[in-house]
C-alpha cells in the first residue's frame, strides 16, 4: 500500500490494512446518504429478485431466490450511485490504499434475505476473477446494520501477504478455506464499511433475523491492473463501469 501521508485514514487504520489486510472505516457515510444509496438499489434488486424467482430452481450461479441476491454494475444503471463511487469518500481511500491512478474495478449490491441459513464461504475477491496486480481494494459498505445473527463479514487476518490461495467451487460460491480459527467478525453500523484486500480471505455468515441484510460492494483497481484468464489477458478499462476515480492523485477533469 502507499506510504502516505493519508486522506482518510489515521495511523492505526492505515496499519491494520498493511498487517491484518483489512480496516474498518466508522460513520463513512450519513444517514441521508445511506438512505439515498439504498433508494437507488432497491428497485434494481428487485427486477433481480424476479429473474431469480424465475429461474429454473430459483437460482443463478451463487445467488438464490428469497436468500441472497447480486446485482451488479449498478454504476451503469444510476447517475446517482456513479457519482457516489467517484466521489471524495471513495477518492481518498483509493489513494490511501492503491495509489496516485485509479479505476473503479467492480460495483455490486449483494442483499441477504431473512431466514438465509447458509453461509457465504471464505474466499477471496481475487480468486473469483484473477486480476493483476493481485491486490485491489474491496470497500464493503453497511446499508443496514450488519450484525452477527444477519451476515455480517468475517475476516482472516494476515493471510493477504501470501497471494491468491487455490479455491474450489462449492453449493454456495468458491471456497479457499476449509476453517478459519483465527478470524475476526466484523460487525458494522448503518453507513459504516470495511475496507480490505482483494487477497484477504472473508465470508459472512446466516441471516437469522426478520430483516434483510442490505451491502454494498465497491471495489478499484490500480491504472494498467489486468485480468488473466485462459484466453489471455485484458484491460481493467470498460469505459462505461471501470472508469478513472484518481488520475495522478486527483480528480479526472
Avoid at 443496514?144 to 475476516?155: E, R, V
Amino acid at each position: 500500500m502507499p506510504p502516505g501521508p493519508y486522506r482518510r485514514l489515521d495511523a492505526a487504520q492505515a496499519r491494520s490494512f498493511d498487517e491484518r489486510g483489512f480496516c474498518v472505516v466508522e460513520q463513512a457515510l450519513s444517514p441521508d446518504e445511506v438512505a439515498e444509496v439504498v433508494a437507488e438499489i432497491d428497485p434494481w434488486e428487485a427486477k433481480v429478485e424476479r429473474v431469480l424467482e424465475s429461474a429454473p430452481d430459483g437460482k443463478i450461479f451463487i445467488a438464490r431466490a428469497g436468500e441472497i441476491s447480486f446485482t451488479t454494475h449498478l454504476v451503469l444503471r444510476s447517475e446517482r450511485l456513479r457519482r457516489f463511487c467517484a466521489g471524495p469518500l471513495f477518492q481518498d481511500l483509493a489513494h490511501d490504499l492503491v495509489g496516485p491512478d485509479v479505476r473503479l474495478y467492480w460495483d455490486q449490491a449483494v442483499y441477504k434475505k431473512p431466514g438465509t441459513e447458509k453461509d457465504f464461504p471464505w474466499h477471496q475477491d481475487n480468486g473469483y476473477a484473477f486480476v493483476e496486480p493481485q491486490q485491489y481494494l474491496t470497500c464493503w459498505i453497511a446499508l443496514t446494520d450488519a450484525t452477527l445473527d444477519n451476515g455480517c463479514p468475517w475476516i482472516v487476518p494476515g493471510l493477504h501477504r501470501r497471494g491468491t490461495l487455490r479455491h474450489w467451487m462449492t453449493e454456495t460460491g468458491w471456497r479457499c478455506l476449509e476453517e478459519a480459527p483465527d478470524a475476526a467478525p466484523c460487525p458494522l453500523r448503518a453507513g459504516s464499511l470495511v475496507a480490505f484486500s482483494s487477497l484477504t480471505p472473508h465470508a459472512t455468515g446466516p441471516n437469522r433475523t426478520d430483516a434483510v441484510r442490505k451491502a454494498y460492494i465497491v471495489q478499484f483497481a490500480p491504472e494498467g491492473a489486468e485480468l488473466v484468464t485462459p484466453q489471455g489477458r485484458a484491460p481493467c478499462a470498460d469505459p462505461g463501469r471501470q472508469y478513472p476515480v484518481l488520475v495522478g492523485g486527483r480528480a479526472p477533469a
